[in-house]
């Protein structure tokens, strides 16, 4: 079972940028290693006969060929309706 030293939980509180006095690195030992113990309970459960779940909403992606419509409009008549353009596009103001 894999326990946490305290310069293990004095290298995690300084990866997480947090300051620990005495009592709260004891107990976020305790806490820590309680969480570790779970985990490694979660190792000896059998899911050897599951299936791996990879969607569980049930969701499906909906592909479909590119098609071209035609709606009877240029590209010119289009841009016809626009305040601005540039090299055949719509000129907008930026956005950041």
């Known amino acids: ?3 946490l ?3 293990d939980i004095l290298r995690l509180a300084s990866l997480a940028k947090i300051n620990l006095d005495d ?3 004891a107990s976020m030992q305790t806490d820590l ?3 570790l113990e779970y ?3 979660l ?3 059998d899911t050897s006969e599951l299936e791996p779940t990879n969607q ?3 969701l499906k992606n909906v592909m479909r060929n590119d098609e071209i419509i035609d709606y009877g409009m240029s590209q010119e008549a289009l841009l016809a309706n626009v305040p601005e353009v540039e090299n055949n596009q ?3 103001k930026r956005v950041l």
């Open 1 to 3: 079972m894999a326990h």
């Open 5 to 7: 030293t305290r310069e």
């Open 23 to 25: 009592d709260e690195i």
């Open 33 to 35: 290693d309680s969480v």
């Open 39 to 41: 985990v490694e309970q």
């Open 43 to 45: 190792k000896d459960v």
């Open 56 to 58: 569980v909403t049930g």
């Open 90 to 92: 719509i000129k907008t």
